[in-house]
């Protein structure tokens, strides 16, 4: 199973190859061939639109999706308004102290700009609709243009038309794609897979080195979920020149193209009175500086492209020490991962019952529907790998080492957290497109039509739509929407009411936070950001409190509303701590007696006035009176 190509081979165009024998080494980046396949590409994207359109268009007038979708139209609702380019502070968000994001001032931009073009012609409604729906939309084609770029680097144009028709029957991968969707996660997927591509066209396209930096750099400016894969981008270049010596040039415009990228990502990003502060979430001082110095020392290190591969090979792994010393050395906390700041009661609270971070394995226990959807083709795809592994042709290919690299890690990635396979259902389509081409090949299949057949089955929708079949009939319930979804806790016109009210501060569980931000002019208490872990813990505490304990609380924080909702998850099963609390002098109650409970129960205390009928979806209620004891055993 090993290459034997000698290294001087295994990062360079192998000779005498053709497109016929399943490689591209005699592909050029112009000719008609290119211009067809733009205009396959094109047409494959509008398909996909169109598919996400007609699911999608009439649920972005009801809903804003998710908390982060909500969160993100608040965000640039603000820089609409005004809101300095710098100031990414949400007065409104657990107040007095507010929130602070460490989401991308990049992706608001490109949103902001969306909703002039269109408001002119639309008004402010509906551009604002059209922006939520397009922004998603134009992220697919960059996507579906580098998953057929790698299976077309690794086999050749019916590579690529394969897997382009993959993509048209790729449902399960879009999921971050859906018309609605204004987070982070499709800018990161995109990126991701485009800095992927790029690296694994660097030894043919004069650019796509630069363009696999820049990719590289851009992408941290807007978040480090993608980290791992910008990581295998980066080793294609480099362990090309190390093992060959070759590629010099390219590895060249890598390093200052990622230089100066993530230098331009952090000025554009950080203001100058945080240029000195660290964090693990974002672009900081802290990574800003090891990865440029190590993109410009990559660079420099060209010049030992006429020394041996030991010499190059130490040279690189002290680049790789020094960066490593100085983001460590800068804040060792960020060792732990991205939410290493974070309080680490969080973690029990409410991070783990996060629907993207639960492992595979939990999610087929509680839903082995939705398992069934996402988990089969990237399965599949590893299988299609090693099987493709077996020519020494492909596995010494390096667009097949790096997508079947990535797709290895998104689906370990995906076994700890589920959002793994969001990248993990894309990265599958290069590899599964390649072995779908053998078989036909193998099968002398000559007909395009017998080789289209063979290849749908293999698609992620159709494999997905098989095993979803497979799993019902042996027992398991169909999947089913988020009871609040379906019972309309997070529609827009659930919150008519409440935006009705005088502005206040809202209390309630804290995926409802941002929904209020977006639907409301009210102040929310808590949302579901590990940058206000205060916030979320005082919920926590409010709800596992006794009735009378939990007054004290909201009239402390001069609370207005409590919003519930039918669905809703079970109340904490934990009692709130002392601390947190704020009573030292007294032992906290057990949460089964606390203000969730009893109000999951339907037993209302008499400090809380409904103001909702029964019947309503949004049950909200407003807090009166003075708490029925002033104070407690040790306060002063």
């Known amino acids: 199973m090993s290459c034997t190509t000698p290294p001087s081979t295994l990062f360079s165009r192998p000779s005498g190859a053709n497109s016929a024998s399943g490689s591209p080494a005699s592909e ?3 000719g008609p061939h290119w211009a067809t396949f733009a205009l396959l590409l094109i047409g494959a994207w509008l398909v996909v639109v169109a598919q996400l359109a007609v699911a999608d268009w009439a649920v972005t007038a009801k809903t804003l999706g998710d908390t982060d979708d909500a969160m993100r ?59 939520r729906a397009v922004w998603p939309a134009l992220w697919l084609l960059p996507s579906i243009a580098a998953v057929a770029l790698l299976a077309r680097r690794i086999a050749g144009r019916e590579a690529a038309l394969i897997a382009l028709l993959m993509v048209v029957l790729g449902l399960p991968a879009f999921q971050q794609f859906r018309l609605g969707r204004i987070d982070h996660h499709n800018v990161q997927i995109a990126l991701a897979l485009g800095a992927l591509a790029a690296a694994a066209w660097s030894d043919r396209v004069r650019w796509a080195a630069a363009l696999a930096g820049a990719l590289t750099g851009l992408a941290l400016a807007v978040g480090m979920e993608n980290l791992l894969f910008l990581l295998l981008a980066a080793a294609v270049p480099i362990l090309r020149f190390c093992l060959t010596g070759q590629g010099a040039a390219a590895l060249r415009s890598w390093g200052f193209a990622l230089a100066t990228a993530t230098a331009a990502g952090f000025f554009a990003e950080v203001p100058p009175d945080r240029w000195g502060t660290a964090a693990c979430d974002g672009m900081a001082v802290n ?40 983001f460590v050395g800068l804040e060792p906390r960020c060792l732990g991962g991205p939410y290493a700041m974070m309080d ?19 999610t087929m226990a509680h839903s082995p529907s939705i398992a069934a959807m996402i988990l089969p083709f990237p399965l599949a795809a590893l299988l299609a790998g090693a099987m493709l592994a077996r020519s020494r042709e492909v596995r010494c290919n390096p667009g097949f080492l790096v997508a079947v690299a990535a797709l290895g890690v998104s689906v370990l990635i995906g076994c700890v957290a589920i959002k793994g396979f969001g990248y ?71 919150y008519a009411r409440l935006a009705a009210l005088p502005p206040g501060l809202v209390a309630g569980d804290v995926d409802y936070g941002a929904f209020v931000l977006a639907n409301t002019p009210h102040a929310a208490l808590a949302a579901p950001y590990h940058r206000i872990g ?44 002392a601390a947190s609390a704020g009573s030292p002098g007294a032992a906290p109650p057990a949460a089964a007696d606390g203000l969730g409970a009893r109000l999951a129960a339907g037993e209302v205390p008499d400090w809380l006035v409904p103001l909702s009928a029964p019947d309503e979806v949004l049950q909200i209620f407003q807090v009166v009176g003075e708490p029925a004891v002033a104070e407690r055993a040790g306060k002063p």
């Not at 269109?118 to 008004?123: D, K, R, V, Y």
């Not at 190059?312 to 680049?319: E, M, T």
């Open 28 to 30: 050029t980046t112009a």
């Open 73 to 131: 139209l608040v965000e640039v609702r603000a820089f609409l308004a005004g809101q300095n380019w710098f100031d990414l502070h949400e007065p409104r968000l657990a107040p007095p102290g507010g929130y602070d994001t460490h989401w991308s001032r990049l992706i608001d931009a490109g949103l902001a700009g969306l909703f002039l073009l269109f408001e002119p012609l639309a008004g402010p409604a509906l551009a604002e609709r059209l922006m």
């Open 287 to 326: 990574w800003v500086v090891p990865v440029a110095l190590a993109g410009l020392l990559s660079a420099l290190a060209t010049v030992l492209a006429a020394r041996g591969p030991v010499v190059r090979l130490a040279a690189f792994a002290g680049i790789t020490l020094l960066a490593g010393g100085l």
């Open 344 to 362: 680490p009661a969080l973690k029990t609270i409410w991070m783990g019952k996060v629907s993207e971070m639960q492992s595979i394995a939990a």
């Open 424 to 494: 993990a259902l894309w990265l599958g389509i290069p590899p599964m497109a390649v072995a779908a081409m053998r078989l036909a090949d193998r099968l002398r299949l000559a007909s395009p039509a017998a080789r289209v057949c063979l290849a749908m089955p293999l698609a992620p929708a159709v494999l997905s739509a098989l095993t979803l079949l497979a799993v019902e009939a042996l027992g398991a319930a169909p999947p089913k929407d988020n009871p609040r979804v379906a019972r309309g806790c997070f529609a827009t016109a659930s």
């Open 534 to 577: 205060d916030a979320i813990l005082a919920i926590h505490d409010l709800l596992a409190a006794s009735p009378d304990r939990a007054h004290e609380m909201v009239v402390a924080r001069k609370m207005s509303y409590f919003v519930t909702c039918p669905g809703s998850p079970a109340p904490p099963t934990a009692a709130p701590s």
